[in-house]
């Protein structure tokens, strides 16, 4: 299994919501990442989480919390977020933490529309 | 974090050979250059990762010379299916993360 799943697909959210974005993987991987893309754009790194533990936070807004239960799932908490935080939200893992040489598996992302 | 510089757009037709060149003129050591495809609301998926001179599999070749300060992804033969951004990256040195680049928008046309 080479997969990693995103869900929801879609979702559409005012600025007063409260919703989570779920990604799981089963391949065994210890390395799990979101990364945030806006439109003709390349991905940007948000969350790094090594053996269940974030080690990377690049300076994303508090109204983003990442959270990982366990080493096969990566949830993203959102509240009260802001139109321009409209984007394709990325999963991916890898098997190592640290070394980023390693190939990441990415997920199909969750459109995000915040009105 | 080493930069990339690659061409924003490139058009091809089918069944020709497209290189897609990528500079990294600060490549650190440790660093490895790796490529990436991506589709309209889709991830990005791996193509192809290397560290000097050549790498092949199934999908396409990585030529990087000697002074790694550049890349070359080569897709032969491509296919209609092949329209898509490509991403180089360059990183994985001493811990350092993978950082996009701005990606090549590259048409297949008939």
């Known amino acids: 299994d080479t997969e990693v799943t995103q869900t929801p697909k879609h979702l559409v959210m005012g600025m007063t919501n409260k919703k989570s974005l779920k990604c799981e993987q089963h391949m065994g991987h210890r390395a799990m990442y979101w990364y945030k893309q806006k439109a003709k754009k390349p991905p940007e790194l948000m969350f790094v989480y090594s053996y269940e533990k974030l080690s990377i936070n690049e300076s994303v807004p508090s109204r983003f919390s990442p959270e990982c239960p366990n080493s096969s799932l990566l949830n993203l908490h959102l509240h009260a977020l802001q139109p321009e935080d409209s984007a394709l939200y990325l999963c991916?893992?890898?098997?190592?933490?640290?070394?980023?040489?390693?190939?990441?598996?990415f997920g199909p992302g969750t459109r995000l529309l915040v009105l | 974090l080493a930069k990339t510089t690659q061409p924003i757009s490139m058009d091809s037709y089918e069944g020709q050979e497209v290189n897609i060149t990528c500079s990294h003129n600060?490549?650190?050591?440790?660093?490895?250059i790796t490529w990436y495809q991506q589709f309209p609301s889709q991830g990005p998926r791996f193509i192809i990762q290397?560290?000097?001179t050549k790498v092949t599999n199934e999908v396409a070749s990585l030529f990087i010379p000697a002074d790694r300060k550049s890349s070359t992804l080569s897709l032969p033969r491509v296919s209609l299916s092949d329209t898509a951004v490509y991403y180089c990256?360059?990183?994985?040195?001493?811990?350092?993360?993978?950082?996009f680049g701005g990606g090549t928008r590259l048409m297949v046309k008939p």
């Open positions: 990256l360059v990183g994985g040195g001493a811990g350092n993360m993978l950082t």
């Open positions: 290397g560290y000097k």
């Open positions: 991916a893992s890898s098997l190592t933490p640290g070394q980023g040489q390693e190939t990441q598996y």
């Open positions: 600060n490549i650190a050591t440790n660093d490895y």
